[in-house]
């Protein structure tokens, strides 16, 4: 299987390296815009719209994480040296 991801080569994470992730990554974008934006077009109230949300965004991330965990490189430090 061709990894999705790759490691950085300075710090912690991933970066897309097939479409495959460049779309991951664009739906997580759209998904996070487009939930600010729906929330605020319907008129939520913001202490409302703030508790609605950070358990979305947070959803929303652990499920990016979790895509790049099994389709990515694994996950360490790195120093900029090739491994």
Excluded: N
């Amino acid at each position: 299987m061709k990894l999705w991801f790759r490691a950085k080569t300075y710090g912690y994470g991933w970066t897309p390296a097939t479409w495959q992730g460049w779309f991951v990554t664009l739906a997580y974008v759209v998904l996070t815009c487009g939930t600010a934006f729906l929330l605020d077009l319907l008129g939520v109230p913001e202490k409302t719209a703030v508790t609605i949300f950070i358990p979305l965004i947070i959803a929303y991330t652990v499920i990016l994480l979790t895509i790049c965990v099994k389709t990515g490189e694994s996950a360490k430090w790195r120093w900029g040296k090739k491994d």
